[in-house]
């Protein structure tokens, strides 16, 4: 079944929506929205989740809209508000997992009824794991068992609301019926108070008869309460990554499917909503079944949907990374992604490949580690497998053993370590038939690099099994339950420990430059040219065209402009090598203790660089604390995802504050303010070239095939830091005030070059281009849903211009890439400097004729070809439609 192409959207506008900014608070944005151009609101998952969620990953319940986000009369007042401006709505929802809180009925009835509960199967629980005997494990108590029996931690209570029930800190927990009727109690029963009160006193924990008879209690039930540090040896459910408080669901099975899906279907069917977005789909045990199952469904409610919205196909995208090279193929039944992929190739664009090789120079100097970035992974992978997973490759193993008994568990290990540690994207997609040549490819690479290293090590016996670990996992078909089993464990454990190892690890630990550690790249791929650029673009307007093309997300490691400065480093290293030592030589004195800290003090600084708020002062005082006080929260996070200088598994917070410490020493009136200083001058130096990048990378996401996502606030120039930074509340009432001052300055039409310089600082110029852009969009669709088409571009400059076509002869599109270094500032306009271009031009796709200069408000004649220095006059960008 292929994807769908003909999807009417034009632009979407992720919006966090939680207590503080609810649907109703979205809904009063809406003009705003409408005025900037946006055709579709991405909303955040808006099913009930967790009380005081901000997120709403944390699911307790799929059946219906969360009050706290406006509930289900709010989602209504969103909707019809926006359909009368012409937006719709597309939906996050999170079939993969839930929260493992009380509050989720499925979760609670699990734990009170076990395997006879009528949801026992709903959720992805080893229920034959032998170390449990049938038991759930709940690895939430805040130390030991016995450590939190005696502490009180574990209690009987009884309230009006659950009755009575078994309280760990302050969550309850359900009693089974057994555990009731050894009480002498029967399950729903009307008590006597003063049974009550005899009751939990008898199980009072501070008394030694209290604790055995607690004990006792806590004997029959169908979950075994154990310390949180226990879930990564002894876990026997499925977690979302390595968080305990999120369990995997079996969406694969049909009556789960339902449960999960019939709000967002409902709504579809209502047209509500126009699509989905999927989360996290390689989680689930057969994501290409699964999004075929609701692609079918969708298209069977097409018919009811109200009779404007009939002839659009299902929209789905799929929260999905993929590794350098790799595609979506015709087996998904998809609209595309959710755009980490464009993120990172026009990411990698904007990155001077000279800039490779003394930065990583520099890197590994301060770092005194020489290796690759792909050792890098491979060790936080077995890492990750040693500390994080190990119930889930034991139970992994102990299928493949059931399958291959003749093979010695430590070869076995062995063999499956080396696949794990060498696979190079996210998972394999092996369902009912064997490997499909995709796959096979991926999983070839793996099996090349880990029989290397296994006969590097002279373990022969390990490389046999390891070729019969090819056949089992999917070079034949499944042709048992067991190697069923093995198969969705094998496939199942590589997506979390691809993230974790190197977007929650590696990121955090390697920096050459850390523009590149960003979700959906690799930092092995430093730039990319051009004509790589335009083959990746050419695919997705073949096979993925309603894709979303995204450059800041809710999960990015750093903001997109925060991105584009660094980028301009990689044009002047030798600038950057400089200063950079400058800084780690004048701040030694006060650095932390340990071996890493230089290479952590080189990231730390990076960031000061990236998250510099446009025209903050280094003597702004309540400027700058509050710059130190997002890199503080950036800093902490860093070293316990880093898990080398400290850990969430065990924080070092002395440690911790010492690098606090070291980060206020640069604050005014500080030790080492004079570093600070310096950055700022830095930061001045490579603004130009900053809002540069900050130009083209806007300009190639409104313009490349593909749908373009806008995240929350980052119409303005984009700063934010990891999570919770780009969190943070947005202020749409000022960006609609701004955009409306600039329309009303420019006149008619909006003009870039023309603005102050104010707004090319703080992102007003940025916002405006997007304007510009999205209006284009709406007035020339024909060109965006058309054909991609590279152009040549002739001259000593040739490899500085990103130039294509769309829908055949409509539109064209230069724009300039890494000459930061050479941008003169005239009036905060990036502006090249005259006879830059010399005599290179672009070949435009016909011999001649009028065009309309979209950004200059001119029309243009050209006699075949382009030249550069006429087409890119006053703004290295420039794009064209056919008159």
């Known amino acids: 079944m292929k994807a769908n192409s003909d999807f009417q959207a034009r632009s979407t506008l992720r919006l966090q929506l939680h207590a503080g900014y609810t649907m109703d608070d979205a809904r009063g944005d809406l003009p705003y929205f409408s005025r900037l151009g946006i055709t579709h609101l991405y909303l955040s998952p808006i099913t009930r989740s967790r009380s005081g969620s901000t997120h709403g990953y944390d699911v307790i319940d799929h059946t219906c809209v969360d009050e706290d986000r406006g509930g289900q009369d709010g989602l209504m007042r969103l909707s019809g508000e926006a359909r009368k401006l012409g937006i719709g709505l597309l939906l996050d929802i999170v079939p993969n997992h839930m929260a493992t809180d009380p509050d989720n009925g499925w979760w609670w009835d699990v734990l009170k009824y076990g395997r006879h509960s009528s949801k026992a199967d709903w959720f992805d629980i080893d229920w034959n794991a032998a170390q449990h005997g049938g038991k759930v494990l709940a690895p939430f108590l805040a130390q030991p068992y016995e450590d939190a029996l005696r502490a009180g931690d574990i209690r009987l209570q009884h309230d009006s609301q659950r009755g009575l029930h078994i309280l760990v800190h302050s969550t309850p927990y359900p009693l089974s019926p057994e555990s009731l009727s050894q009480l002498g109690l029967e399950d729903g029963e009307q008590l006597d108070p003063g049974k009550i009160q005899a009751c939990v006193a008898a199980h009072d924990p501070s008394t030694d008869e209290g604790r055995r008879r607690l004990h006792s209690l806590l004997s029959l039930q169908h979950y075994r ?400 604390d509050e710059l130190l006080d997002r890199t503080g929260d950036w800093l902490v996070k860093a070293l316990r995802e880093g898990k080398q200088l400290s850990s969430w598994f065990e924080p070092q917070t002395e440690h911790e504050d010492a690098w606090l410490a070291h980060l206020r020493g640069l604050a005014p009136g500080q030790p080492h303010h004079d570093v600070l200083k310096d950055i700022e001058r830095l930061v001045r130096r490579l603004e130009p070239g900053a809002i540069l990048n900050s130009f083209v990378q806007t300009t190639l996401r409104m313009t490349c095939p593909g749908i373009p996502d806008l995240y929350q606030g980052t119409e303005w120039r984009d700063f934010s830091l990891v999570d919770p930074d780009n969190r943070r509340a947005v202020d749409f009432e000022a960006r609609m005030r701004s955009l409306e001052q600039l329309t009303a300055e420019s006149g008619a039409t909006l003009q870039p070059q023309s603005l102050p310089a104010s707004a090319w600082e703080d992102g007003r110029a940025k916002q405006a281009l997007i304007a510009i852009l999205l209006g284009l969009r709406k007035d020339c669709p024909a060109a965006f849903q058309g054909s991609y088409e590279p152009l040549r571009v002739i001259g000593s400059r040739e490899n500085q211009i990103v130039a294509f076509s769309r829908g055949g002869e409509l539109m064209v599109v230069a724009a300039v890439k890494c000459a930061g270094q050479a941008i003169a500032d005239e009036h905060g306009r990036p502006v090249l400097p005259e006879g830059y271009w010399g005599s290179t031009s672009v070949a435009l796709p016909s011999e001649g004729g009028a065009w309309h200069d979209v950004l200059r408000a001119r029309t243009v004649k050209f006699d075949g070809n382009a030249p550069l220095q006429q087409l890119l006059e006053g703004l290295p960008l420039a794009v064209l439609r056919r008159v």
């Open 225 to 624: 309460l154990a310390w949180w540090r226990d879930a990564a040896h002894s876990i026997n459910w499925r977690r979302f990554f390595e968080v305990s408080e999120l369990i995997g669901v079996r969406v694969e099975e049909a009556p789960v499917f339902d449960a999960v899906h019939e709000l967002p279907l409902k709504l579809y069917a209502q047209g509500i909503i126009d699509g989905l977005r999927i989360d996290h789909v390689d989680g689930l045990a057969q994501p290409l079944s699964y999004c075929r199952k609701l692609r079918a469904a969708m298209e069977e409610l097409r018919t009811q949907r109200p009779e404007p919205l009939r002839q659009d196909s299902p929209w789905i995208v799929v929260e999905k990374i993929l590794a350098p090279g790799e595609t979506l193929d015709e087996r998904w039944a998809v609209s595309g992604t959710t755009g980490y992929d464009f993120a990172a190739e026009v990411g990698a664009l904007l990155h001077a490949e000279s800039g490779e090789a003394p930065l990583t120079k520099t890197w590994q100097e301060i770092s005194g580690d020489d290796r690759p970035p792909e050792d890098w992974v491979v060790e936080a992978r077995q890492m990750m497998l040693d500390r994080h997973f190990v119930a889930e490759r034991r139970n992994l193993l102990t299928a493949l053993g059931s399958v291959m008994p003749d093979i010695a568990e430590t070869s076995l290990g062995a063999a499956l370590d080396a696949l794990l540690r060498h696979y190079p994207t996210y998972r394999s997609y092996v369902e009912d038939e064997r490997r499909a040549p995709p796959d096979e490819q991926w999983f070839m690479q793996a099996m090349q690099k880990a029989k290397a290293e296994l006969e590097d090590r002279g373990d022969g016996t390990s490389v046999g099994a390891l070729h019969q670990l090819e056949q089992i996992l999917g070079g034949k078909p499944p042709d048992s339950p067991k190697t069923q089993l093995v198969l969705r464990r094998f496939q199942q454990l590589t997506p979390p420990l691809a993230a974790k190892s190197l977007e929650d690890t590696v990121f955090y630990r390697y920096g050459s430059l850390i523009s590149r550690n960003e979700v959906g790249s690799d930092p092995a791929v430093f730039s990319i040219t051009v004509p790589e650029f335009h083959r990746a673009c050419q695919r997705r307007a073949a096979h993925m065209s309603s894709s979303l093309l995204a450059t800041a997300t809710h999960d990015h490691k750093r903001g997109e402009d925060a991105r584009a400065r660094l980028a301009v480093l990689s044009e002047l290293p030798e600038l950057w090598q400089e200063r950079s030592r400058r800084w780690l030589q004048a701040t030694r004195s006060t650095l932390p203790d340990g071996a890493q800290a230089p290479a952590f003090h080189y990231k730390l600084l990076q960031s000061l660089v990236a998250a510099w708020p446009p025209g903050l002062s280094a003597s702004d005082v309540a400027g700058v």
